[in-house]
């Protein structure tokens, strides 16, 4: 019979892969490899808050759910809902766990609608106020101040090439010819529906040519392999714990490497 998990052994499992009291985590999570959890995902975000403390934060990658192909439709145009960090849904692909914890009492949203991340606990608004409309994985962003604080990157039954922490290291990086995406979109600004048009660097594909679609997997693969980082289980779910700043440093000398003569 199944392991049916609970908020109090989830805790201790986070504990043991090096989760602390304090931390700033970015947690990616495949809610379904965890298995069975008594109070459902709502417990396995609570369990998160046991071992953060009060003084800790909880951030999760939410994006925006709205279709390239809708935005790009002038026929469409007026009829799209403008980007509000209180009510715009996290965009499908990245699973249930970035809405889930965006709508958790307490949880707070950044700006930038394809970037915004929702974080929850004692730094919850410093990590999500004044995010970058531009260049929205820069150092100006949940990701850059997630670096600075000394944060951490949970892949919580995740695959690794979904770490959304490597865009930063993808800004970062001095690589010739980058990918940049220019769109318009439209925010909500007191109470107003107002189009604004938005630059960064192309996070739907490899920032440069030459790069696997994967290869964020292959760089994670390649940081653990030095011995930094831990494995470990949440639940029934393979996951993995680093540190940002050591893993942003070694993803930014990876890609200079490879493509700097």
Known sequence: ???????????EQLRTLGLEPGDAVLTHAGLRSVGR?????DALIAAIGDVLGPEGTLLGYCDWQLEDEVRDDPSLRDQIPPFDPL???SVRDNGAFPELLRTTPGAERSGNPGASCAALGGRAEWFTDD???DYGYGP?????????????SLM????????????????LADLPHKRILRYEAPLLIEGRTVWRAFEEFDTSEPVVEGLAEDFFAEVVEAFLATGQGRRGVIGDAPSVLVEARPMVAFAVGWLESRFRS
């Open 156 to 171: 919580l039954g995740a695959p690794l090439d979904t770490m959304t922490l490597l865009h930063h290291a993808e800004h």
């Open 1 to 11: 019979m199944a392991t049916v998990w609970t908020r109090a052994r989830l805790a």
């Open 131 to 133: 995010h970058a409309l």
């Open 37 to 41: 959890i008594v109070g459902g995902p």
């Open 87 to 89: 009510r715009s849904r």
């Open 140 to 152: 100006q962003s949940p990701f850059g101040k997630l670096v600075a604080a000394g944060g951490k």
